[in-house]
């Protein structure tokens, strides 16, 4: 199924749109915040204009596939963050977000993926969600099981912006009525 470029969502207190390379300013100052850089796995710090201009450029083309929806988190008229769905395969994909610190705490996370994970769902058709968080941001593991994640396991990751070895916490969603998604 396709969905279309201009797909959007709304919540009540944000509206879920597409990422595009003219996000990149917005998002260069946001992860340009170590407390919010360091619990990203994949995102090199500090961050460079450049490639996060390259990175946002690439979500059209990974929408228009099926393979990814990243969505830029738009409140008060501004991009506060993002939530996406990516690694789209074989009806499961990994949810993931991250916000700007001076939004945190507000429940916006959980609001924004919330949506994000019944988008996968109804909208992509998705039978299984992955997700995750580094072990020392518990944080995330709340919005998590808050959303219907359950705990899988702990395992190491390389961590991009910390240039170490981390513990990171894998979760898992699986819709209802698809056990075996379960069973794998």
Known sequence: MAIALAHS?????LTLRRMT???APRVYEIQSNWNVTRMLRMASFPPTLDELRHWLARHEAEWLSGAAYRFALVAEE?????????EIASDSGDLGYWLDEA???RGLASEA????RDFALDSVGLKRLLSGHA????ASGRVLT???FRFLRDATS???????????????????GNDAARRS
């Open 146 to 148: 808050k959303l219907g």
């Open 103 to 105: 939004y945190w705490g």
């Open 113 to 116: 993926t919330a949506a994000v």
């Open 21 to 23: 390379a003219a996000d």
């Open 78 to 86: 501004r991009v506060i963050g993002c939530a996406d769905v990516d």
């Open 135 to 138: 072990a020392d941001n518990p």
């Open 158 to 176: 390389w961590s991009r912006s910390r240039q170490e070895t981390i513990i990171h916490r894998k979760y898992e969603l699986v819709a209802a």
């Open 9 to 13: 969502i709304r919540t009540p207190r």
